[in-house]
């Protein structure tokens, strides 16, 4: 069946500090991988996404992530976080045949200043 | 201009009671789908529509009756309401056209049940 976990369900770390949040999936083909951030209180927003080619993939607000087969994870990572960045991070397959999109538990993040 | 759009954005109603969320897209998707988030923050899918025909149904209750007048709304009719129910339901959209399957969501309906 397929499935997503996000091990750390709250990462605190301090403004300016790096960040990985981490992604593994479980799916029988080549996955359609998402992250969305939603911030208090606001709908889900596109982060990045993979679906073919290179495997490592950048989006927006300075995020990439990095989509390794053999460890069937889908890691989120940023090089110096903002306090603006404070939010739930969701990562997410999609199904190749409907699109659904199956969602892992969501990381909360906190922002030290 | 918004992409995706839902009414209303808060509901708070009494158990019993028969609401309504609508859902509209502007980018000319031939696919919606309903999400249901929780308490706890966890999103699952519940329905999809695809050029107005349903090609998802999750185990939800059939309380749950999502109706596609055309591919541009997707609207969610809820009976006999329940606590249980409370939750926020993000309307969302996406065009089988698009390689990477991406969807886009809306800014979600709170629904509060007393």
């Known amino acids: 069946a397929q499935s997503v976990t996000q091990p750390d369900i709250h990462i605190t770390v301090s403004e300016g500090a790096s960040l990985e949040l981490r992604c593994n999936y479980s799916?029988?083909?080549?996955?359609?991988l998402f992250w969305y951030v939603q911030s208090p209180g606001q709908g889900l927003q596109l982060l990045l996404k993979?679906?073919?080619?290179?495997?490592l993939v950048q989006g927006i607000k300075g995020f990439e992530a990095e989509f390794k087969r053999s460890q069937s994870s889908f890691n989120l990572r940023k090089p110096s976080v903002h306090w603006s960045d404070a939010a739930e991070y969701f990562c997410a397959v999609g199904s190749s045949n409907t699109g659904k999109l199956i969602f892992g538990q969501g990381t909360t993040l906190q922002v030290k200043p | 201009d918004t992409a995706v759009s839902q009414t209303p954005k808060y509901l708070v109603t009494q158990m019993g009671n028969d609401k309504s969320i609508k859902c509209e897209q502007n980018l000319g998707h031939d696919t919606m789908y309903w999400y249901k988030q929780d308490s706890k923050k966890f999103l699952k899918i519940m329905f999809s529509?695809?050029?107005?025909?349903?090609?998802i149904n999750e185990t939800v209750p059939n309380r749950f009756s999502p109706k596609s007048p055309d591919k541009a709304h997707l609207n969610l009719h809820i009976n006999s309401l329940e606590l249980g129910d409370s939750a926020v339901y993000f309307c969302?959209?996406?065009?089988?056209?698009?390689?990477?399957?991406?969807?886009?969501f809306g800014p979600g309906t709170r629904l509060t049940v007393l």
């Open positions: 799916y029988g083909a080549t996955p359609y």
């Open positions: 529509y695809n050029n107005k025909e349903l090609i």
């Open positions: 969302a959209s996406r065009s089988t056209r698009n390689l990477s399957h991406e969807q886009f």
């Open positions: 993979y679906f073919s080619g290179d495997t």
